[in-house]
């Protein structure tokens, strides 16, 4: 199952976030073999997704990256989103982490 995180991101700021992929009993689960996906959207059913970047940062210990750069963030609407971030192989398909990510206004541009 996966856990559930609430972000916020500041619009026109880079975002970075640290996920880290564990089982029930908080131990990290490999992430050898896997690939990382992550999207955004305003709400689960919205055909358009902002994707961030998301990387593999420590493969045994399960740790993942996710981010965009300020020009990204920049064109993001503020308001309420969903998010999730995903781990697959050719065979397996695990959500690692999902929640509500907030996206603040920036004022200055």
């Known amino acids: 199952m996966a856990t559930s995180k609430n972000l916020t991101m500041d619009q026109g700021s880079t975002f970075s976030e640290s996920v880290k992929y564990e089982d029930t009993n908080k131990n990290p689960v490999s992430l050898s073999g896997y690939d990382i996906r992550s999207m955004m959207r305003k709400s689960y059913y919205s055909a358009n997704a902002v994707v961030f970047t998301a990387t593999i940062t420590d493969a045994a210990n399960g740790n993942?990256?996710?981010?965009?750069?300020?020009?990204?963030?920049?064109?993001?609407v503020a308001?309420?989103?969903?998010?999730?971030?995903?781990a697959n192989t050719a065979n397996t398909a695990v959500k690692i982490q999902e929640g509500i990510i907030t996206v603040n206004p920036g004022v200055t541009k």
């Open 79 to 86: 308001g309420r989103y969903v998010y999730d971030v995903r």
């Open 64 to 76: 993942i990256n996710i981010s965009l750069n300020f020009n990204q963030t920049s064109n993001i």
